[in-house]
């Protein structure tokens, strides 16, 4: 079963939906982030979860 590492981003209710995306692309581009869930708030303001994938590297039996 895969691990998972969590990143919760508050986006303010202020900011354009085309700032919010360009937000999270960045975020997904360079740290290689998914959304994982987004949840919008009756303000405007947003709270998103971003996951990334753990990867472990097996240690040498030598």
């Known amino acids: 079963m895969p691990e998972y590492e969590f ?9 354009s939906r085309r700032a919010a995306t360009q937000l999270l692309t960045e975020h997904a581009e ?3 982030w998914e959304l994982a869930r987004m ?3 009756p303000d405007g303001s947003r ?3 971003l996951r990334r994938r753990i990867i472990r590297q097996p240690r040498p039996t030598w």
């Not at 990143?7 to 900011?15: A, E, I, L, N, T």
């Open 30 to 32: 360079y740290g290689y």
């Open 39 to 41: 949840r919008l708030y």
């Open 7 to 15: 990143r919760d981003v508050y986006v303010p209710r202020g900011v």
């Open 47 to 49: 709270r998103v979860r």
